[in-house]
């Protein structure tokens, strides 16, 4: 049964950092592409990042710089560590799987069930 489980979600100051893990299921991490996700309270879902299979990482335009996304192959997991934190980073943010990269959300196969992750000023 495929699973996305993250964890790492929580409260900080702006300026602050916070990491992100999802552990996925052995039967697509290795084949999907893997990313996150995030949605404010007042928006729909936005592509943070993406890694493909073999590396190659993309990022939209506020995270470049300040987030860096990661598998590890031998634990099967994601992470996603946030530096310089903003309070418009404030958001639910889903681990999510896709056979192709995560261009949008029509793209994402499997989500996980999303962590909340909360900056104040």
């Known amino acids: 049964q495929v699973s996305l489980v993250e964890s790492g979600g929580g409260s900080v100051e702006a300026g602050g950092s916070l990491r992100l893990s999802c552990v996925v299921s052995?039967?697509?991490?290795?084949?999907?592409?893997l990313g996150w996700f995030r949605q404010a309270p007042d928006g729909g879902r936005t592509m943070v990042a993406d890694?493909?299979?073999?590396?190659?990482?993309r990022y939209s335009d506020f995270a470049k710089g300040r987030f860096t996304i990661s598998r590890d192959n031998a634990e099967s997991s994601l992470a996603l560590q946030m530096n310089s934190l903003r309070p418009e980073d404030t958001a639910v943010y889903y681990c999510?799987?896709?056979?192709?990269?995560?261009?949008?959300?029509?793209?994402?196969?499997?989500w996980g069930q999303g962590t909340r992750v909360s900056v104040s000023a």
């Open positions: 999510a799987a896709g056979r192709v990269c995560l261009f949008g959300e029509d793209y994402v196969n499997y």
């Open positions: 052995d039967d697509i991490f290795s084949r999907y592409c």
């Open positions: 890694i493909a299979s073999d590396g190659r990482t």
